[in-house]
């Protein structure tokens, strides 16, 4: 009867449709991400006798160690092998982690895998995220009762994890920027707000209402005023260094021990206080000091950082003494990125695939070769002129489409 609607044509209304391409698409999108995140860890081999990785992939066991136990983390192949039944957080990528399972963290269970293990990884750091919490606000993700659609961004200096809203400063187009540092870590590391004027994603300038100079700069730099009609002092003062300063007072004080006789005498000595400013400006090659000496401030909010900033760090031996005594080393690395452990993880990954076709072209003579490719294009060609026909029109493609036979579920 026309436009009599039966019970397949209510239920057609009622799922979503999803079209061929939107599947393939979603599962390349899919296949991507897992490539990225987990294609830099052996899901076969446990990564114990590796050491402390210097950034895998790694997982809670909920089941193993709840909460109000001590915290710990498995790497990818434990979570298959000996966790694959058991609640699991996903804790995304560590730096310089040893896997834990089987060790006395673990009361009943021993490890598939590695089971020689020692009681306890030392080197390991554990925060809330190995029991399923995240945040300031300490809160499970996905959180249940937040009904406030908000992203994650993890912190590249504690790597903990938050929501974009709880980080004092609202977060750029994901796009632009690669990584951020928290409230929390920023106060910490403070050297870190004086590169944040110059390299931060989100400009943080002395100008900006509401804000406090930094107290570690310009509070530090004292503008003397001219004594005598000689600015060049007070300019000195601004302009050296620290380990510098030493040095001009020697010079000032050769400078008055022996009373000027002449016009000329007193020019010299000016030029060799000029040239002994030159060579201190020469030999002091700290970034972070010449970054000091400039007006810039802090704030208790996240920073946002582009990709390649790391590299904008001083190396020098006090600034490296700093980042050590900072535990913050890794800073300097730049292979210690998250995009450089996605990015040597889809490499990795691509290398592993293996072409079906080409494995077996490789086990057939010459002829053999050019049949299977001639029948392969044909079969190729046929089979897209087929779904062009639906693409065009629209049409969802299911199993009665393509005539597949019971049992094989191309989609629901």
């Known amino acids: ?9 209510r239920q057609s209304e009622l799922e979503p449709v999803v079209s061929l ?4 698409e979603e599962d390349e999108e ?36 709840p909460e109000g136990e001590e915290p710990a983390g498995i790497c990818l192949a434990c979570s298959y092998e000996c966790h694959g039944s058991h609640k699991l957080f996903e804790l995304y990528t560590k730096r310089n982690f040893r896997c834990d399972c089987g060790n006395s963290k673990f009361k009943n269970l021993e490890c598939k895998l590695f089971p020689d293990k020692a009681k306890i990884n030392s080197g390991n750091k554990y925060n809330d995220n190995f029991f399923g919490l995240y945040c300031i606000c300490k809160r499970p993700y996905p959180d249940p009762d ?9 912190c590249v200096v504690c790597e903990d994890w938050f929501h974009g809203r709880h980080l004092g400063a609202t977060p750029p187009e994901s796009g632009d920027f690669q990584e951020m540092v928290c409230q929390a870590c920023m106060k910490r590391c403070s050297f870190l707000w004086a590169y944040a004027a110059q390299l931060a994603v989100t400009k943080v300038s002395a100008e900006d209402d509401g804000l406090v100079l930094n107290v570690d700069g310009i509070g530090d730099q004292e503008v003397l005023k001219p004594e005598n009609g000689d600015h060049q002092d007070s ?7 620290e380990h510098g300063k030493d040095a001009v007072k020697e010079v000032k004080a050769e400078q008055t021990s022996e009373p000027c006789t002449s016009s000329s005498s007193e020019s010299d000595l000016q030029t060799a206080f000029k040239n002994q400013h030159l060579n201190m400006e020469s030999q002091s090659s700290c970034k972070l000091q010449e970054l ?16 390649n900033w790391r590299s904008k760090l001083c190396t020098c031996k006090d600034c490296m003494k700093m980042y050590g005594e900072l535990d913050v080393l890794f800073l300097t690395d730049e292979h210690d990125t998250v995009l450089a452990y996605e990015n040597k993880g889809k490499v990795d990954q691509a290398a592993d695939r293996r072409d079906p076709l080409m494995d077996t072209l490789n086990s057939m003579d010459r002829v053999q070769q050019v ?14 002129d087929y779904l062009k026909r639906f693409a065009d029109e629209g049409t969802v493609i299911c199993a009665h489409t393509l005539k597949i036979q019971p049992g094989l579920k191309v989609c629901n």
């Open 146 to 154: 937040d009904e406030i659609p908000d992203e994650m961004i993890q």
């Open 235 to 241: 300019t000195l003062k601004e302009d050296v260094p």
């Open 371 to 384: 049949e299977l490719i001639c029948e392969y294009n044909d079969l190729k060609t046929e089979l897209k």
């Open 1 to 9: 009867m026309a436009g009599a609607e039966g019970p397949a044509g």
């Open 292 to 307: 000091n000496a400039k007006q810039f401030i802090k704030k208790d909010t996240a920073t946002y950082w582009p990709v």
């Open 21 to 24: 391409v939107d599947v393939l």
């Open 30 to 65: 899919l296949e991507n991400e897992a490539c990225a995140v987990l294609g830099g860890s052996d899901s076969e081999k446990c990564s114990y006798s590796q050491g402390s990785v210097k950034r895998q992939a790694l997982y809670a066991c909920s089941t193993c160690t």
